[in-house]
């Protein structure tokens, strides 16, 4: 299957601080979502793209679909404590859906 | 309240005892697929559904059954689980376009 891989593979910050991640594919995707999974729950859908060279953002969430199509950014600007939690980068190919290795956010208050 | 719901939230089985995890959603979406979650490797999907009576595989389908009789219901089943199936296990719906709605998830340990 589809390989989508996360870097880093986690984050050590403090509030305040800005944080960025990536993910890449071997192949092109038409879509890229970005979730958040809080400890103990399911991830819960934070930004859509949809579209290659695309920047949306979502409160202090920016995400970017690289103009490859076969990798996406997002940035978390002066991250607070519920920033905490695992971010997956996910895409569909045909009818199946794949998730990324996923990036570990700590942020030390 | 739009939700998924899986049941149960943890399991503890002994291995080869058959057992079902059930996930139903109240949103109507006809999309359904099962992801198990392993430290390192993300989500990976077990198996999907388009539709009623419309399964297929996903990218880690060996020792699990599913099952699509009604729009809302879609379980899993693991007809005789093995210790190398201990994992975190979600189920989620969507009505397409990659916006998934998860359940909370089911931890099963096999000893």
């Known amino acids: 299957g589809q390989q989508l891989n996360q870097s880093p593979q986690s984050m050590f910050i403090q509030e305040g601080e800005d944080v960025s991640m990536n993910c890449t594919s071997s192949?092109?995707?038409?879509?890229w979502l970005w979730y958040k999974q809080d400890p103990g729950e399911g991830p819960v859908l934070l930004i859509a793209?949809?579209?290659?060279?695309e920047l949306t953002s979502n409160g202090r969430l920016t995400a970017q679909f690289g103009i490859t199509r076969k990798d996406s950014f997002l940035n978390i600007s002066a991250s607070i404590p519920s920033d905490v939690g695992i971010y997956f980068c996910a895409g569909p190919t045909g009818n199946q859906f794949y998730f990324g290795t996923g990036t570990s956010l700590t942020v030390i208050p | 309240e739009a939700q998924v719901t899986q049941n149960p939230r943890y399991l503890i089985t002994v291995t080869g005892k058959k057992l079902t995890v059930t996930c139903s959603q109240n949103m109507n979406h006809e999309y359904m697929s099962w992801y198990r979650q392993d430290p390192g490797l993300g989500l990976r999907q077990i198996y999907y559904?388009?539709?009623?009576?419309?399964?297929d595989k996903g990218d880690v389908p060996e020792g699990y059954k599913v099952s699509r009789k009604e729009k809302r219901n879609f379980p899993l089943i693991l007809e005789s689980p093995s210790p190398n199936q201990t994992s975190l296990y979600f189920c989620a719906s969507s009505r397409g376009g990659g916006s998934y709605t998860f359940g909370s998830g089911t931890r099963l340990t096999v000893v």
């Open positions: 793209l949809y579209k290659a060279g």
């Open positions: 559904s388009m539709n009623v009576e419309v399964t």
């Open positions: 192949s092109i995707f038409n879509t």
